[in-house]
């Protein structure tokens, strides 16, 4: 009899010592690579006779997708699909799903330690405390002018699971909040008690804008433009822990020298990782961490136990969950 085959087409753990063994349990035949920047013909070599492919980062696009003949389940590591065209899987009647509740108390943290890191201007404090200490004296100009958190207002893009943790951990900080998000349910707006608005009235009366909204290519792609910053306070500050793709980073650089608006937090970029000449880098109006919001010892073990689960259930017939695409039938419901 022929195995059931599994593989991991590309992986950010140390190494999956773990997976093998609870392969080898299920009698699997499991192989797995490092094919985040392979070619299409490349990945499809790895996986063309695979049942189900875990995939991170690498590109599922229409012409692979319909080259896989004998695939039943793509599962996403991780929270974002954007890198596999769920429209085309649902075409070739495979079932796509991801795992979005593994790490959204971190990029929560993530995002607000980015925001107080911003207001409170941690690296230009760093660079006076250095500043201080050759000069034997205080030397506090280039960090002025400082604002206080408590009072001021928090537009939230995006009020799924981790905008949702954001809008809770910042409200013992004292701030009042604009949501906005076209998607949400009345029943999430009562649980909240908000109302959301439109971007551009987020966008002028935000003193802190954070993004959480998933990557859509035809809907949230360079969201964040020369528009968008200009229609920003000069002393706003724009944290992204989403995607890096919504934010267009030159235009973004371009405004924080403008003076448009005061600070930005990035941990996501278009190009992974950036190219060391990104400008944004060598801004001093910038924070930019290496797209670490989900890392945790118990994300990273989460995720792994929840991706194995989802096997098991396929493997024993159970339906599985958080499926974003009805084979078939087209793209469900996000």
Not at 36 to 54: F, P, Q, W
Not at 156 to 181: N, P, S, W, Y
Not at 233 to 262: F, H, P, S, Y
């Amino acid at each position: 009899m022929i195995k059931r085959k599994v593989v991991i087409t590309d992986y950010i753990e140390p190494d999956l010592d773990w997976e093998t063994r609870t392969f080898d349990s299920y009698d699997i035949d499991f192989a797995h690579y490092q094919l985040k920047n392979a070619s299409r013909e490349e990945l499809l070599d790895a996986v063309k006779d695979a049942e189900i492919i875990v995939v991170n980062m690498a590109r599922f696009d229409e012409a692979l997708i319909s080259g896989l003949n004998k695939t039943q389940l793509i599962i996403r590591h991780g929270i974002g699909y954007d890198n596999v065209d769920i429209d085309a899987a649902a075409r070739k009647g495979i079932t796509v799903i991801n795992i979005p509740d593994y790490c959204v108390p971190e990029v929560a943290e993530q995002a607000v330690m980015l925001i107080v890191a911003c207001q409170r201007k941690l690296t230009t404090q760093l660079h006076s405390m250095q500043c201080s200490t050759e000069a034997g004296k205080w030397v506090f100009e280039p960090v002025y002018p400082v604002y206080q958190l408590q009072g001021k207002t928090v537009g939230i893009v995006g009020l799924g699971r981790i905008g949702g943790t954001v809008f809770r951990m910042l409200q013992g900080f004292g701030v009042k909040f604009l949501v906005c998000d076209p998607y949400l349910s009345k029943e999430r707006k009562k649980e909240y008690g908000i109302e959301t608005c439109s971007l551009e009235d987020l966008l002028q009366n935000s003193d802190i804008v954070t993004i959480h909204c998933p990557l859509k290519w035809e809907e949230t792609y360079h969201m964040f433009d020369t528009l968008q910053f200009k229609m920003m306070k000069k002393t706003a500050i724009l944290v992204n822990t989403a995607r890096g793709a919504i934010v267009n980073l030159e235009t973004l650089d371009q405004a924080l020298r403008a003076g448009e608006i005061a600070q930005a937090g990035i941990d996501v970029y278009e190009v992974e990782p950036p190219s060391a000449d990104l400008p944004l880098l060598h801004n001093e109006r910038a924070i930019c961490t290496p797209h670490l919001s989900w890392l945790s010892e118990e994300s990273g073990w989460t995720i792994r136990e929840k991706i194995m689960e989802q096997i098991r259930r396929y493997m024993d017939g159970e339906t599985v969950q958080n499926i974003l695409t009805v084979p078939n039938t087209g793209p469900a419901a996000g």
